[in-house]
Nanobody, 116 residues
Framework: QVQLVESGGGLVQAGRSLRLSCAASGSILRPNTRGWYRQAPGKQRELVADITRTGSTNYADSVKGRFTVSFDNVKNTVYLQMNSLQPEDTAVYYC??????????WGQGTQVTVSS
């Protein structure tokens, strides 16, 4: 069975950067979109950024200009480059891949904590 393995989270001061990675174990057939959601304590999970097979991207308004989502075809890995991090970015970040069939795969989540 396919699993998404996340890495790159941690504790960082405001203004610094982190890069999250998400790699698939095994093959995901008919891939559609790849991206990231986050969930802060007491809040619902929200879309952060995603990217389609054609390279088009979608970002939450709160992260535009600071975060960049990308995909490496050779390594079969999706990334989230997070610059100018702020305390409000603190959350558990979840990788998400979808297939054209509509099926969705989720990563295990990685904690990002931004201190003042």
């Amino acid at each position: 069975q396919v699993q998404l393995v996340e890495s790159g989270g941690g504790l960082v001061q405001a203004g610094r950067s982190l890069r999250l990675s998400c790699a698939a174990s095994g093959s995901i057939l008919r891939p559609n979109t790849r991206g990231w959601y986050r969930q802060a304590p007491g809040k619902q999970r929200e879309l952060v950024a995603d990217i389609t097979r054609t390279g088009s991207t979608n970002y939450a308004d709160s992260v535009k200009g600071r975060f960049t989502v990308s995909f490496d075809n050779v390594k079969n890995t999706v990334y989230l480059q997070m610059n100018s991090l702020q305390p409000e970015d603190t959350a558990v970040y979840y990788c998400r891949w979808t297939q054209t069939t509509g099926y969705t795969y989720w990563g295990q989540g990685t904690q990002v904590t931004v201190s003042s």
